[in-house]
């Protein structure tokens, strides 16, 4: 189940074609970081760069140039070498770089000085992400300067630099069959995790362990990493929305937030389930639980063709305030309260985010300063959630130190959508009976 060599070459060819005539892109590899003294941290493609190539190593850069009549993708990568593959791996070079990449031409990076100038020069625009990269963004200016030295010999300087992003993450934001067949697979990984973590909860046990059983179940299935910093909050720790610490004992009577996601084939899946550690909700744990449930299922039925991006987000937001306003945390009419947005103190994220090759995708929210439309393809996470903080002032303690959030992805589809990690329970029976069944 990978993306084809045939489909890496139609994106080219469609990125190429926005281009137009006289330009060329510079994509650089994602740079090896360290991750203390001499280790690394395993290595991860740019996206972008993988995006465009399915080249998955280090130290090279890819050139694309729109009518080029020697091939109009090149590749700069590492040459073969024999007593560094011995420690590090296999290095597939220059030679076989077109074979297995599809590159109409590949040359050694360390020759990349020589020759990307000359690539460059005579060219009406350059497409690069300037600012991710500072030592690359230096390389790019050093390659310009020696362009621009040759001026008086006939060298002719590009006229424009142009935001490489607005036509690459455009393309990534409708996702191919294929991606879609990656993506259901990274969330059913992802959702059989959550089920294994709902089996193996118990009080005593460490958040940390609890994450491990995620953990162990992604490798297992192919996912050597997760696609972000798993969030496994027991309590209090809940209502900290970034909580990845995981280092504290999870306790009877209280709920756990788990949001966690595998990578599978350079691809994210994002879920969050909470769950009572006994197995068994509290009524004011009951209450708030179904008003975020409630809030997810009026979110995803704004989902579909035709909807902006910002209908499910109030949807959710309107649920959850007439939701606050019936237990008496909020006081007013709905539509004062949604208006001044009295519900943020309890709520303070959006209900989701496009989801691809990153966790948080790129694709712009905004087109002409308006909510872009939903459109077949694309594929966002619906998460509304509540949190009340344990020192939340004029608030029943009852309610207080509850942090709950509900995650699923979905795939916007031309009948409507599809959610694709819908294989975990997230009804509060059959969270319950699933947890009734715990063995030990």
Same mark, same amino acid.
């Given at each position: 189940?990978?993306?084809?060599?045939?489909?890496?070459?139609?994106?080219r060819?469609?990125?190429?074609?926005?281009m137009? *005539?006289?330009?060329v892109?510079?994509?650089?590899?994602?740079?090896?970081?360290?991750?203390?003294r001499?280790?690394?941290?395993?290595?991860?493609?740019d996206s972008?760069f993988?995006y465009?190539?399915?080249?998955?190593?280090?130290?090279?850069?890819?050139?694309?140039?729109?009518?080029?009549?020697?091939?109009e993708?090149?590749?700069?990568?590492?040459?073969?070498?024999?007593?560094?593959?011995?420690?590090? =791996?296999y290095?597939?070079?220059?030679?076989?770089?077109g074979?297995?990449?599809?590159?109409?031409? /590949?040359?050694?990076?360390?020759?990349?000085n020589?020759?990307?100038?000359?690539?460059?020069?005579?060219c009406?625009?350059?497409?690069?992400?300037?600012g991710?990269n500072?030592?690359f963004?230096?390389?790019?200016?050093?390659?310009?300067?020696?362009?621009?030295?040759?001026?008086?010999?006939?060298a002719?300087p590009?006229?424009?630099?142009?935001?490489?992003?607005h036509?690459?993450?455009?393309?990534r934001?409708?996702?191919?069959?294929?991606e879609?067949?990656?993506?259901k697979?990274?969330?059913k990984?992802?959702?059989?995790?959550?089920?294994m973590?709902?089996?193996?909860?118990?009080?005593?046990?460490?958040?940390?362990?609890?994450?491990?059983?995620?953990?162990?179940?992604?490798?297992?299935?192919?996912? %050597?990493?997760?696609?972000?910093p798993?969030?496994?909050?027991?309590g209090?720790?809940?209502c900290?929305?970034?909580?990845?610490?995981?280092?504290?004992?999870?306790?009877?009577?209280?709920?756990?937030?788990?949001? /966690?996601g595998?990578?599978y084939q350079?691809y994210?899946?994002?879920?969050? %389930?909470?769950?009572?550690?006994?197995?068994?909700?509290?009524?004011?744990?009951?209450?708030?639980?179904?008003?975020?449930?409630?809030?997810q299922?009026?979110?995803?039925k704004?989902?579909?063709?035709?909807s902006?991006?910002?209908?499910?987000?109030q949807?959710?937001?309107?649920?959850?305030?007439q939701?606050?306003?019936?237990? =008496?945390?909020?006081?007013?009419?709905?539509?004062?309260?949604?208006?001044k *947005?009295?519900?943020?103190?309890y709520?303070?994220?959006?209900?989701?985010?496009?989801? =691809?090759?990153d966790?948080?995708?790129?694709?712009?929210?905004?087109?002409?300063?308006?909510?872009?439309?939903?459109?077949?393809?694309?594929?966002?996470?619906v998460e509304?959630?509540?949190?009340?903080?344990p020192n939340?002032?004029?608030?029943?303690?009852?309610?207080?130190?509850?942090?709950?959030?509900?995650e699923?992805?979905?795939?916007?589809?031309? *009948?409507?959508?599809?959610?694709?990690?819908?294989?975990?329970?997230?009804?509060?029976?059959?969270?319950?009976?699933?947890?009734?069944?715990?063995? =030990?």
């Amino acid at each position: 189940m990978q993306i084809s060599a045939k489909e890496f070459q139609q994106r080219r060819q469609h990125l190429m074609a926005l281009m137009g *005539e006289n330009s060329v892109a510079i994509l650089p590899a994602a740079p090896v970081r360290t991750r203390n003294r001499d280790v690394d941290h395993p290595y991860r493609q740019d996206s972008d760069f993988y995006y465009l190539s399915g080249f998955t190593e280090p130290q090279a850069v890819m050139v694309l140039k729109p009518g080029r009549k020697h091939g109009e993708f090149i590749l700069f990568c590492r040459e073969r070498d024999p007593e560094r593959e011995l420690w590090d =791996g296999y290095i597939t070079g220059p030679e076989r770089a077109g074979e297995l990449f599809g590159a109409d031409d /590949a040359f050694p990076i360390n020759d990349i000085n020589d020759i990307l100038p000359g690539l460059i020069e005579g060219c009406d625009k350059v497409y690069y992400s300037m600012g991710s990269n500072q030592d690359f963004d230096n390389k790019v200016m050093s390659w310009i300067k020696v362009i621009r030295s040759k001026v008086r010999n006939g060298a002719q300087p590009p006229n424009e630099f142009m935001v490489l992003d607005h036509f690459l993450h455009d393309l990534r934001l409708y996702k191919s069959k294929k991606e879609v067949q990656l993506m259901k697979q990274a969330g059913k990984i992802s959702a059989e995790a959550h089920v294994m973590g709902m089996r193996a909860c118990r009080a005593g046990l460490w958040e940390y362990q609890l994450e491990g059983v995620y953990l162990n179940h992604f490798i297992q299935n192919g996912c %050597r990493s997760s696609a972000y910093p798993s969030i496994v909050g027991g309590g209090v720790n809940a209502c900290t929305l970034h909580y990845i610490e995981n280092q504290d004992k999870l306790r009877e009577g209280d709920l756990v937030l788990v949001d /966690a996601g595998c990578e599978y084939q350079y691809y994210a899946a994002d879920i969050t %389930r909470t769950y009572p550690v006994s197995g068994v909700f509290s009524p004011e744990q009951k209450v708030l639980y179904q008003m975020v449930l409630d809030a997810q299922a009026a979110a995803i039925k704004q989902v579909k063709p035709g909807s902006h991006w910002d209908q499910p987000h109030q949807a959710a937001i309107e649920v959850i305030t007439q939701g606050l306003l019936d237990i =008496g945390i909020l006081k007013g009419r709905l539509s004062d309260l949604v208006a001044k *947005e009295a519900y943020k103190p309890y709520y303070m994220h959006k209900t989701g985010h496009w989801l =691809g090759l990153d966790v948080h995708d790129v694709g712009e929210y905004k087109v002409g300063g308006e909510w872009r439309l939903l459109e077949p393809g694309m594929v966002l996470t619906v998460e509304p959630g509540i949190y009340i903080a344990p020192n939340a002032k004029g608030i029943a303690k009852k309610w207080r130190g509850i942090g709950i959030r509900i995650e699923d992805d979905v795939l916007v589809t031309k *009948e409507g959508c599809e959610i694709l990690t819908d294989q975990v329970p997230k009804e509060i029976d059959a969270i319950e009976q699933l947890m009734s069944d715990r063995s =030990g």
